[in-house]
């Protein structure tokens, strides 16, 4: 009797630790496939903040459809500032060029999600393909008759540059120069302006000799400068650059992840979509990235920030 009191003994014992191992396994699936009570969404326009106004409204929508919860879309004055948003979680999702995806893993306060797609460019002319591509390239644009030539003759120059957290406006192009031996920091006059278009109209006007500027940003003057093309031509182009991405907190659950990246590609799919987002955000769809996607922007910046010292 006493034998056999043990062996039930035994099974319960067994039974019930087999009950808890399952409990357990539900409850960790349970954590990991969590779905937040709402989104935050920010994002820095790529042209005026205005232009949230026709976009906020339909993304969050868009998102709220495919996710179930509600999505709140804002924008901010800069990279910085919305990095700050991530790191207090005030924002779950942001919009980040590639260096502030950079700088804002360094700080724990993103993981990359998606990487954008846009159009391609065909060269010589600049003008846009019919094929989404993932990455772009900076190149740095003269005046047609200029004596510049060539990289060589920038040394004692005057550049327009963009701020040194642009990847297409400073850091590839100062980078790649400084590799190939001229310290444009130290053998050129730098002019900091507000816009990559800004830049191409000051070598148009002779305000400056030449402008880093990302592929082919002549074309956002081709309203007021129809024939921009024939008078301000690129001498040098980059090394391929990843586009920018949608960056996550990194408290997101791996599930709420997948079901978020698969919810902006399919609205990049449709054609109120892609409206909508290229309106937003100069982007036209979306695909997976990871973290070494951006290794090379880490070691372009690193070069440029050297230069600094």
């Not at 159009?119 to 740095?140: C, D, F, M, N, S």
Request: aromatic share 6%.
């Amino acid at each position: 009797m006493k034998k056999i009191q043990k062996i039930l003994l035994g099974a319960v014992t067994i039974l019930g630790a087999v009950a808890l191992t399952a409990c357990s396994n539900q409850k960790t699936a349970k954590n990991n496939s969590t779905t937040p009570k709402s989104l935050n969404v920010q994002f820095v326009p790529s042209d005026a903040s205005g232009r949230l106004d026709g976009g906020g409204k339909p993304l969050e929508k868009m998102l709220s459809k495919r996710l179930g919860i509600p999505v709140h879309v804002t924008t901010s004055t800069d990279n910085n500032a919305e990095i700050e948003a991530m790191k207090s979680k005030k924002i779950d999702v942001g919009f980040l060029a590639a260096d502030a995806y950079v700088q804002a893993h360094k700080q724990h306060a993103a993981d990359v999600l998606l990487q954008s797609e846009r159009y391609g460019i065909k060269q010589p002319g600049g003008t846009w393909t019919k094929k989404l591509v993932h990455t772009l390239r900076a190149e740095i644009v003269v005046k047609k008759n200029s004596k510049i030539k060539s990289w060589k003759d920038l040394k004692g120059k005057s550049i327009s540059i963009q701020s040194p957290t642009s990847t297409t406006g400073y850091i590839f192009p100062v980078a790649e120069l400084k590799e190939k031996g001229l310290d444009v920091t130290r053998k050129c006059k730098l002019v900091t302006v507000n816009g990559h278009d800004t830049a191409v109209l000051n070598v148009l006007s002779g305000d400056t000799d030449a402008a880093f500027v990302f592929e082919d940003a002549r074309n956002k003057v081709l309203h007021d400068e129809p024939n921009i093309k024939q008078k301000v031509v690129p001498i040098y182009f980059t090394t391929p650059i990843p586009n920018d991405t949608i960056s996550v907190s990194p408290s997101m659950p791996k599930a709420f992840r997948k079901k978020l990246a698969n919810a902006f590609i399919d609205i990049s799919k449709t054609k109120d979509g892609q409206k909508l987002i290229q309106k937003m955000y100069d982007q036209y769809g979306y695909r997976k990235a990871t973290d070494s996607d951006y290794n090379i922007v880490r070691k372009y910046e690193k070069i440029a920030q050297s230069l600094k010292k």
